[in-house]
Every structure is written in C-alpha cells, then in structure tokens.
C-alpha cells in the first residue's frame, strides 16, 4: 500500500522556518523523482519544488526560489523541504508527490497545514 506522509506543518510568524518531513512506503522510492505542492485558500494547486531520484537535480518554483530547500534520504525514504523567510502568502497545505508518468503513476499525501501569520 503505496503512502505518502507528511508533517511538520503549524503556525509560524513572518520570517520564520519551518521543515515538512514526507514519509514514503508501498513503493522503491529511490526510483522516483519527489515534488513539493501548495494549495492556498481559495487557490490552484501549484507545484513548489522537485528533486530528481537521486537528489542531484533539484528545481524551485519562482516564488519560493532562495528560500525553500528541498532535499531527500533514499536510505530513509523520506524527502524534506527546508522553509526559511516564511511569508503570509506561503499560507497552504502543503503536499508530498511521487510521479512516474512512464509507469502511469501518481501518488499524493493528505497534506501539512502552513500558516505564517503573526
């Protein structure tokens, strides 16, 4: 049973940090690439970041560019995203996603609540 788990998520003032932990089982995660996604209120879904399989190529949304670090252990089938200068519009849960398209597969976590308020 593919799972995708995340957590770390809370309440944070502006200019905080913050670091999402996603726990990965039901798959061999060190053949994926992982993705980071939000969804603020009221708002689509957009993509964040995202970490190839072997954690050597990793690229960022505009938004979150110099402030966000994602990073994974495949020893430990976990993927992180490391939030510093946290801002009111990073407001969002935030989910977990390993996507292979050449096998037809797309897995979600049920997300983290974000919100940096003060």
């Known amino acids: 049973q593919v799972q995708l788990v995340e957590s770390g998520g809370g309440l944070v003032q502006p200019g905080g940090s913050l670091r999402l932990s996603c726990a990965a089982s039901?798959?061999?995660?060190?053949?994926?690439?992982m993705s980071w996604y939000r969804q603020a209120p009221g708002k689509e879904r957009e993509w964040v970041a995202r970490?190839?399989?072997?954690?050597?190529?990793?690229n960022y949304a505009d938004p979150v560019k110099g402030r966000f670090t994602m990073s994974r252990d495949n020893a430990k089938n976990m993927v992180y995203l490391q939030m510093n200068s946290l801002k009111p519009e990073d407001t969002a849960v935030y989910y977990c996603?390993?996507?292979?398209?050449?096998?037809?597969?797309?897995?979600w976590g049920k997300g983290t609540l974000i919100t940096v308020s003060s």
């Open positions: 996603n390993a996507r292979r398209a050449d096998l037809g597969v797309d897995y």
């Open positions: 039901g798959f061999t995660f060190s053949n994926y690439p």
């Open positions: 970490i190839s399989s072997t954690g050597i190529n990793i």
